[in-house]
């Protein structure tokens, strides 16, 4: 079992950055692939990133490739999603979430058990 924190969140302007945090207690970190995901009102929940994906890659969606960065600190058993040049369509609920070790994609949510309260990033242009 592992309980998951996400903060950070925010109001931004187009081009602005936030850096999210999740804060993961219980099990070992390290045993789990992490993953940030968001979900827009009237959409679907959607991949963002994962961290040590697969035998340790590292995975984004399109939509964040060259903006965002995840990262991981396993002495403070916590990862991270910094959010560079954001963009209005970037506005949604932030989630983070974990899985133990596994071969599945990365970027599919269903094979995540293990769910944060989500905080909402907001981009006004």
């Known amino acids: 079992q592992v309980q998951l924190v996400e903060s950070g969140g925010g109001l931004v302007q187009a081009g602005g950055s936030l850096r999210l945090s999740c804060a993961a207690s219980?099990?070992?970190?390290?045993?789990?692939?992490m993953g940030w995901f968001r979900q827009a009102p009237g959409k679907e929940r959607e991949f963002v990133a994962a961290?040590?994906?697969?035998?340790?890659?590292?995975m984004y969606a399109d939509s964040a490739k060259g903006r965002f960065t995840i990262s991981r600190d396993s002495a403070k058993n916590t990862v991270y999603l910094q959010m560079n040049s954001l963009k209005p369509e970037d506005t949604a609920l932030y989630y983070c979430?974990?899985?133990?070790?596994?071969?599945?994609?990365?970027?599919?949510?269903?094979?995540?058990?293990?769910w944060g309260q989500g905080t909402q990033v907001t981009v006004s242009s």
């Open positions: 961290s040590h994906c697969n035998d340790g890659n590292t």
């Open positions: 979430a974990a899985r133990l070790l596994d071969i599945r994609a990365c970027k599919n949510y269903a094979t995540y058990p293990y």
């Open positions: 219980g099990r070992t970190f390290r045993s789990y692939d």
